[in-house]
């Protein structure tokens, strides 16, 4: 919901990093590995119960994750660095709950089981309507020029990292976030689902 306020905002410096750092010769491919990396390196953190240090790489791979596209816009677009960004966000956004859960397994397990399914229910729902966009010649640029259809959402990047920020600053409150944000993820994918049925309709290739 708050992806497209917040890309405005950043995007000038986010393209001037980037244009730096394609100047030294790395590739935005890196850049997406090295988000991984440090994502990885956060949820370990979270997991030794470092919430603050797990909180600050988390940001810095969440800053990575922005760079590579603005590092690809230089160097230029490819469909398997479109590809990469996608598995290796999710792998992140999944391992952070999983930290949360390592770190205290009787508060968080339940909360945290929660809130990775409803990540995969949301996830799921995201990128089977990018193949139905793509399947039917549909665009979007509401996020900017991205590899693949992006469906605007109540839970998006800006509101799961600042659930994740929260729950670093206030570890003890990891379960009651994850499962109120476990709600919304899952309240996203149902309206995706309207809003596809409702789109294939207009298509005419909704058979239902």
């Given at each position: ?33 090295t ?5 990885v390196?956060a949820?370990?953190l ?7 240090a ?7 791979s ?7 596209g ?13 590809f990469?960004?996608i598995?290796?966000d ?30 995969y ?8 309507f ?14 900017g020029?991205?590899?693949?259809f ?6 998006e ?6 659930v ?9 409150w990891?379960p009651?976030l994850?499962?109120v944000?476990?709600a919304?993820?899952l309240y996203t ?20």
């Open positions: 919901m708050l992806d497209g306020a917040v890309r405005e905002r950043i995007q000038p410096l986010i393209d001037a990093a980037g244009r730096a750092i394609a100047r030294t010769g790395a590739t935005a491919n890196t850049v997406t590995v988000a991984l990396l440090l994502g390196a949820a370990g979270i997991a030794l119960q470092w919430y603050l797990g909180m600050i790489v988390l940001l810095a969440r800053l990575c994750d922005g760079l590579d603005a590092v690809a816009r230089v160097n230029g677009k490819t469909d398997f660095g479109g990469l960004d598995v290796l999710f792998a992140v956004y999944g391992i952070i709950p999983l930290g949360f859960v390592i770190a205290d397994p009787a508060a968080n397990a339940i909360a945290g089981a929660a809130l990775i399914f409803s990540f229910v949301n996830g799921a729902s995201f990128l089977a990018a193949i139905m966009a793509e399947k039917h010649g549909m665009t979007t640029d509401q996020r020029e991205k590899s693949l992006f469906t605007t959402g109540l839970a990047a800006t509101e799961t990292i600042a994740f920020v929260a729950a670093c600053l206030f570890p003890g990891f009651v994850a499962w944000f476990a919304i993820c994918a149902l309206s995706r689902i309207v809003m596809t049925k409702r789109v294939l309709s207009l298509t005419g290739k909704d058979d239902a």
